[in-house]
């Protein structure tokens, strides 16, 4: 594809990358910042010249997917992503956060003491579910070449999930028995 151009099909997610889900933004410019940013803090970007903002989280998923005739690794950023996660990046960081599973009870003691190790153990317990729920899905996708030269990902925007049964990662989520 030509820089600019897009192309819609049909695919199937063949895998997601289970090591990065999100990144942290200023809530106001939406300015990319630190993963370690505190939720209050100063943003020094020109249009918030230093004033004290929060911070969140967006999206930032990487598929592997496949049409019939390739396999190609798309990057899918917060809008795309919220129609197959049916949430907020904040939304399913937190989830996490509040669903250790059974199994990992020695990580979220872990967690209250080391908090930032603790944090990624616990979000990658529900990434590794919505990986698996997610693979195999088939969905009807925008793929659009990156704008900027050096992002080395086709952007998949527009996603509609084509299965009638189709149900967002969160719901899914929610049915789990974390007891
Ligand atoms: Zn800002």
Redesign the pocket.
Known sequence: MQSNESTRLVCSILAMDQSCFSYKV?R??E?PVPDDTPTEFI?N?R??GGRR?SSKRLFRLLFSIGTETRVMNVVAFDRAAQVIFGCSAQEFFDFSILHPCAGNKFFFLLFQRQFNHGVCVLVHNTVKIASKVLVGELLKVTLNTPKRGKAEHLRMTNIVPMSSDFEPVIETLRKVDWS
């Open positions: 200023c106001f410019c300015t943003c970007n249009k918030c903002r």
